[in-house]
């Protein structure tokens, strides 16, 4: 038998909301299926649901209503007008890539003396640093321009006017409550902010500060804000949705000689990017960069015009990202054995294990412990904490990935006295600890997460939208479901739930059978369903298995052929069906064996019974159950006893039987 792995939850629906699916669908003349799904996003009436779908430059917002954006206009024209040298001040991740590659563009239209810095993750870690400002004064530099950073960088942006050098902020994180003095800072994310939209990433901010300087937005560059938006998981709705559509369109048309090579290294098809092939291929590669070497690899990258150059940096990124993979891989293996080896200890004291995972080892790269720290999320699904240890200075450099439902930011405040340094949101945070502090700062998280959470916390939720027949899955469906593309945070693809269909095939493939290809069918209707990484499924699932499957819709094609298919998420077998619905012969022989066992186990019995019979174990509990409902035996703590001397009846005067009978029917 296989059970649901996570808490299924099916979007609520009424009949308020079919009669105005069905109205909104007459009204804008597109499919039902897609108002359903926008009614469940929240998008209830015309005027939202054109702009989702139909958003167009127009609808994107003044970037003046962003607070400073005057000031830094202003302050970086003035640097035009002096030919003063300016430096861009990135971030090492493909949103802070991203961002420094736009101003470069920026600043190249305008004619600006400039160049870019972003520190290197392992040598100075994340944001502004003295001796980074030192090294721009020796440059001579006078005006430095931050994106995806400087939000927090009070005393930096401090110590860079005492230097004489004046700076502009441009950020989207959260800003701390007490703001870096700059000359000018542009976030929506400030409290003054009127801006309407507080969902850009780094590169979206800016995006609005070039068009701010360019006096229009820039929509030929919008491929890199795509990138930058994708990778950094922002909200795909509002002007995200109209600059990520807008981008994917313009890297599609192959002009992009940096993002060509990058497509072709990751073995993406330029013409056919999707905003998943672009998170999944394409962003990792740029991420590698910062995580194992340095990040201005991708800047040149990004801003190449010589296509054999790009081809080069396209193959050094993919080669780092092949590496990384491999240090991960590793490094999962050995935290792995970590937590095994607490998960024992616990079990031989008699204790609780830890509610929360924390393993530290010298030697980890902190360029990757946060992916580390999602994977053993992803399969133990519990918070989970990975430190890189220094053992010259005992520390250890930490990050974390949550569950929903324990917030991070307000444990991790709990355990302040505990903590160098911490910072983060709910989901995912990062921190430095003293070596000797880690298993005191364990021990506070699981107590918190005692406290904090349910029984029902600690299993995955799965959102579902829609559930559906298997007829209703068919290539015009999903072509229909596409029409809400691109899918991302906030607007993910669509997940269904089909309940009901048999298994008429199944079978492990890949590599060591790590994946599982199903075939489903109901009344007529088929569908292909494959589970990436459940192989294991295939030898507990059973022909003809009556199956509820959670997953995505999609289109496979093969040598021309387009057939629709299901990425499966979720798998439940439903309670056997019948597959024969047995005789009064075989009713008779059963109970008179019954009788001359006397009593017997239920499970030792229906194995003997299915055996003696040729019947499954549908067919034989459906017997003991109308057996039991005519009196014929008495089952009592799972043994089984024939009624020495029963009153006869005929066994159409059971109800279970009746049904049973009416189910097999009608299927």
Request: proline share 3%; net charge negative; aromatic share 8%.
């Given at each position: ?183 000018a800072v542009v976030n929506p994310k400030q409290e003054h902010c009127p801006y309407p939209f507080k969902g850009l990433a780094g590169v979206g901010v800016a995006f609005k500060l070039a068009t701010a300087l360019l006096d229009k937005p820039p929509m030929e560059w919008s491929g890199v804000v795509a990138l ?112 095994q080896r607490k998960k024992q200890l616990a079990l031989e004291h008699n204790e609780q294990e830890p509610s929360v995972i924390v393993v530290a080892q010298t030697g980890w790269n902190v360029g990757v412990i946060g992916i580390v720290a999602s994977k053993l999320l992803e399969r133990y699904y519990k918070p989970v904490l990975v430190f890189g240890i220094d053992g010259e200075t005992k520390t250890a450099k930490g990050s974390a990935r949550s ?265």
């Amino acid at each position: 038998m296989v059970n649901r792995r996570n808490r299924w939850q099916l979007a609520s629906w009424s009949d308020e909301f079919e009669q105005l699916a069905k109205r909104l669908s007459k009204q804008l003349s597109i499919p039902t299926l897609v108002t359903k799904l926008l009614i469940q996003r929240g998008y209830r009436d015309e005027a939202s649901i054109e702009a989702f779908l139909y958003g167009t430059t127009a609808s994107l917002h003044d970037p003046f209503q962003l607070a400073d954006m005057e000031k830094a206009v202003k302050r970086i024209m003035l640097a035009l007008e002096r030919n003063e040298k300016v430096r861009i001040y990135g971030d090492y991740d493909a949103d802070g890539v991203s961002s420094t590659t736009l101003l470069c563009y920026t600043f190249d239209r305008l004619g600006l003396q400039y160049d870019y810095y972003i520190p290197h993750r392992m040598l100075e870690g994340y944001g502004m640093n003295r001796a980074a400002i030192d090294k721009a004064k020796q440059e001579g530099v006078e005006l430095i321009v931050t994106v995806d950073t400087g939000i927090s960088a009070y005393d930096e942006v401090n110590y860079a006017a005492s230097l004489g050098i004046d700076v502009v902020v441009t950020d989207h994180h959260e800003p701390p409550e007490q703001l870096p003095q700059a000359y000018a800072v542009v976030n929506p994310k400030q409290e003054h902010c009127p801006y309407p939209f507080k969902g850009l990433a780094g590169v979206g901010v800016a995006f609005k500060l070039a068009t701010a300087l360019l006096d229009k937005p820039p929509m030929e560059w919008s491929g890199v804000v795509a990138l930058g938006t994708i990778a950094d998981l922002m909200p795909l709705e509002d002007e995200n949705r109209i600059l990520v559509s807008y981008g994917l369109a313009e890297l599609r048309k192959g002009e992009h000689i940096g993002f060509n090579a990058l497509a072709e290294a990751s073995g993406a098809q330029i013409e056919e990017l999707t905003a998943t092939k672009v998170g999944f291929g394409l962003a990792p590669r740029i991420n590698a960069a910062g995580r194992l070497d340095h990040a201005s690899i991708a800047v040149q990258l990004l801003t190449s015009m010589d296509k054999k150059k790009a081809e080069q940096i396209a193959a050094q990124l993919d080669a780092l990202n092949k590496e990384r993979q491999e240090i991960v891989e590793e490094m999962v293996v050995e935290a792995e054995e970590q937590w095994q080896r607490k998960k024992q200890l616990a079990l031989e004291h008699n204790e609780q294990e830890p509610s929360v995972i924390v393993v530290a080892q010298t030697g980890w790269n902190v360029g990757v412990i946060g992916i580390v720290a999602s994977k053993l999320l992803e399969r133990y699904y519990k918070p989970v904490l990975v430190f890189g240890i220094d053992g010259e200075t005992k520390t250890a450099k930490g990050s974390a990935r949550s569950i929903e439902g324990f917030d991070l930011h307000a444990a991790l405040s709990e355990c302040e006295e505990l903590l160098l340094h911490y910072g983060g949101h709910q989901a995912a945070a990062g921190m430095t600890v003293a070596v000797e502090a880690l298993e005191q700062l364990e021990q506070k998280l699981s107590g918190l997460a005692n406290q904090w959470l349910s029984e029902e916390d600690w299993i995955p939720k799965l959102t579902i939208d829609l559930s559906c027949k298997l007829s209703d899955v068919t290539l015009d469906t999903i072509s229909q479901l596409s029409l809400l593309e691109p899918f991302g945070m906030s607007n993910p693809s669509p997940r269904v739930l089909i309940k009901g269909a048999a298994i008429s095939e199944r079978k492990a493939i890949g590599k060591e059978g790590k994946h599982l290809k199903l075939q489903l069918k109901d009344h007529g209707s088929s569908l292909d369903v494959i589970g990436f990484g459940k192989g294991e499924y295939e030898r507990l699932l059973h022909p003809y298995d009556r199956v509820e499957v959670v997953g995505e819709l999609n289109i496979n094609e093969w040598n021309s052929i387009r057939k629709p298919q299901l990425q499966l998420y979720d798998l439940h077998v439903e309670k056997d069906r019948l597959k024969v619905f047995p005789s009064r012969e075989q009713f008779g022989i059963i109970y008179q064996y019954i009788r001359k066992q006397g009593s017997m186990h239920q499970s030792e019995l229906v194995k003997q019974l299915c055996k003696i019979s040729g019947l499954g174990q549908a067919e034989i509990e459906l017997i003991i159950d109308v057996f039991e409902e005519l009196n014929f035996i008495v089952r009592k703590a799972s043994h089984i006893t024939a009624v020495s001397k029963p009153q006869k009846r005929e066994l159409t005067s059971s109800t279970r039987y009746h049904l049973a009978w009416q189910d097999f029917e009608a299927n």
